[in-house]
């Protein structure tokens, strides 16, 4: 502990050296959060943390250390205490107060953006540790590419020869993380369907600043049988507004089934399991492009520095066009990955050994320890848990084709952005009994209840619902094998197959209206896998 001798006497395990842990934004605590797990299992070394709370994006950040069970010491009382070496990821943190050999990590990849400098006028290039940050201190700046040395140096003349290359961790452990994508895809609930990511730096030129309908018009327009939609938003944007006015923001969307992860973890995990990641200008999007993970990218704002590799990275993906259909795009995206195209973007952020040193010999380095003979160890992260809602209603279009029926749904709570069906494909809104939407359950002309025992539970059901809501044309029940429904003009019909209630109404219903319901068999096609169903008019009492 780094307390001195009045409380020593209260140590448990006398550990040799003390490394101080600078927290300031959710961000950057994140990151040294993940950095110190490579002291791990070393009693040499005893990890503190202190607060530096003069951000304006702090919130979040007592609750991200208390939850990691981080020991906390005064900020106000570091000029008293001891330490042997001290770990930041924020280039704004208070370094004047701190007498110990520094190591300043980037919070992202790269160093690629021109902000409004935090502590004065002007602008400055992010990731650049001020002058009196580092005179007459004991401060290394850490940089994945030796380009960046250069970079830094012009920025600030006084972080010349202040700089150290490491292998970049997060790329290493998401490279690595791809391995394990099933399992993630499992923990999200993907089933066989394509993972759409949407992630987005913080500020007016983001992406979620410029497009935050985005994640509901792909919700819109996106088969949900094919595809879910997730969302990673810098941790600033919750920063900056709460996380109230974000879910608020994106209340349909989120109806609508989107999986919000949450801003300090998770984001890993599901770039891991991403089919697709929808990005800007963030580190994100540099690590998608690192794991190879096909990159639909925004236009650049003017906060990005001429030059960088993320101007190279926004000549190799392909191009967000805001007036174009987002999922068309997102579909070609898919289509036309080519592995390795973003190389240049990626060789340009990332180096590899030797010349980049890994960040747990940098930091026994700082701490003047011998590093451990084993090797580091190489923890991916956990499955993800995002904030999302089960989805109970769709828009359903469906078309005819022969004895195929095609089926496509799009959630009820985007249905605004919903295109009207074309070329042969009829639409209409269908709720499952689930839903707690009034005004949704009194516009559906389909209603569905997911199961009932016995056929004939399923007809009452269905008779009384209808009866509920003179507004459906149709109610449904599922039952052993198949589905039963009542239709408004008293026709009854059963149909067997493995669909789910929902697709199996929707198919009589279909054939309803088309003039074509009785006995039969057709196939049902929903998101490119085909369903054999046998249709049964039933007769009589």
Not at 148 to 172: F, K
Not at 196 to 215: A, K, Y
């Given at each position: 502990m780094p307390v001195g001798a009045e409380a020593s006497q209260w140590v448990t395990v006398a550990a040799e050296r003390t490394l101080l842990a600078i927290a300031r934004t959710v961000t950057s605590t994140a990151r040294v959060l993940d950095a110190v797990q490579l002291l791990r299992d070393d009693p040499r070394v005893q990890v503190v943390f202190a607060f530096n709370d003069s951000s304006p994006f702090r919130d979040g950040v007592p609750e991200l250390l208390r939850r990691a069970g981080a020991k906390i010491v005064p900020w106000e009382q570091l000029a008293e205490l001891d330490f042997d070496a001290a770990l930041t990821a924020s280039e704004n943190t208070e370094l004047r107060t701190i007498d110990a050999p520094t190591l300043v990590l980037q919070h992202g990849a790269g160093f690629h953006k021109s902000l409004p400098d935090s502590r004065g006028d002007g602008r400055r290039v992010t990731g650049t540790v001020r002058a009196d940050d580092l005179t007459g201190?004991?401060?290394?700046?850490?940089?994945?590419?030796?380009?960046?040395?250069?970079?830094?140096?012009?920025?600030?003349?006084?972080?010349?020869?202040?700089?150290?290359?490491?292998?970049?961790?997060?790329?290493?452990?998401?490279?690595?993380a791809?391995?394990?994508?099933?399992?993630?895809?499992?923990?999200?609930?993907?089933?066989?369907?394509?993972?759409?990511?949407?992630?987005?730096?913080?500020?007016?030129?983001?992406?979620?600043?410029?497009?935050?309908?985005?994640?509901?018009?792909?919700?819109?327009?996106?088969?949900?049988?094919?595809?879910?939609?997730?969302?990673?938003?810098?941790?600033?944007?919750?920063g900056g507004h709460g996380g109230l006015q974000v879910r608020m923001w994106l209340a349909a969307a989120r109806d609508a089934g989107l999986l919000m992860i949450p801003p300090d973890e998770g984001w890993q995990a599901t770039l891991a399991a991403a089919d697709c990641v929808v990005g800007d200008h963030s580190s994100v999007s540099l690590l998608a492009a690192g794991a190879d993970v096909p990159l639909l990218l925004a236009p650049l704002g003017d906060e990005v520095i001429p030059g960088t590799p993320m101007t190279t990275l926004s000549r190799l993906a392909a191009r967000l066009d805001p007036r174009r259909s987002p999922a068309e795009q997102v579909e070609a995206t898919i289509a036309g990955h080519v592995p390795g195209r973003y190389a240049p973007a990626v060789d340009a952020t990332f180096a590899g050994p030797p010349a980049a040193r890994p960040l747990r010999t940098v930091l026994y380095q700082l701490l003047d320890l011998p590093e451990p003979p084993e090797p580091a160890p190489l923890p991916v992260w956990p499955p993800p848990i995002p904030d999302t809602v089960p989805v109970a209603s769709h828009v359903i279009h469906t078309k005819t084709e022969d004895k195929l029926?095609?089926?496509?749904?799009?959630?009820?709570?985007?249905?605004?952005?919903?295109?009207?069906?074309?070329?042969?494909?009829?639409?209409?809104?269908?709720?499952?009994?689930?839903?707690?939407?009034?005004?949704?359950?009194?516009?559906?002309?389909?209603?569905?209840?997911?199961?009932?025992?016995?056929?004939?539970?399923?007809?009452?059901?269905?008779?009384?619902?209808l009866a509920r809501f003179p507004g459906a044309a149709v109610a449904g029940a599922g039952v052993a094998g198949g589905a039963v429904a009542v239709f408004r003009d008293g026709r009854r019909a059963e149909i067997a197959g493995s669909a789910d209630v929902a697709g199996l109404v929707a198919a009589l219903y279909t054939l309803a209206r088309a003039g074509s319901l009785g006995d039969g068999r057709w196939h049902l096609r929903v998101a490119g896998t085909d369903h054999p169903v046998a249709v049964h008019l039933v007769h009589g009492i």
């Open positions: 201190r004991r401060v290394l700046v850490a940089v994945t590419h030796p380009q960046q040395a250069a970079q830094l140096a012009a920025a600030e003349p006084a972080a010349a020869g202040r700089t150290v290359l490491i292998a970049d961790p997060m790329l290493d452990r998401l490279r690595a791809r391995l394990l994508r099933q399992r993630y895809r499992a923990a999200l609930g993907l089933g066989d369907r394509r993972l759409v990511v949407v992630t987005s730096t913080w500020g007016r030129q983001s992406l979620f600043g410029r497009w935050p309908e985005l994640p509901a018009r792909l919700l819109a327009e996106l088969d949900a049988d094919a595809y879910r939609v997730a969302t990673v938003l810098h941790p600033n944007v919750t029926i095609w089926v496509r749904r799009y959630p009820a709570a985007v249905r605004r952005h919903v295109a009207e069906p074309v070329d042969g494909w009829i639409g209409h809104l269908h709720a499952g009994d689930d839903e707690w939407d009034l005004r949704t359950l009194q516009a559906a002309e389909v209603l569905t209840r997911a199961a009932v025992t016995g056929r004939s539970a399923a007809r009452s059901w269905a008779e009384e619902t």
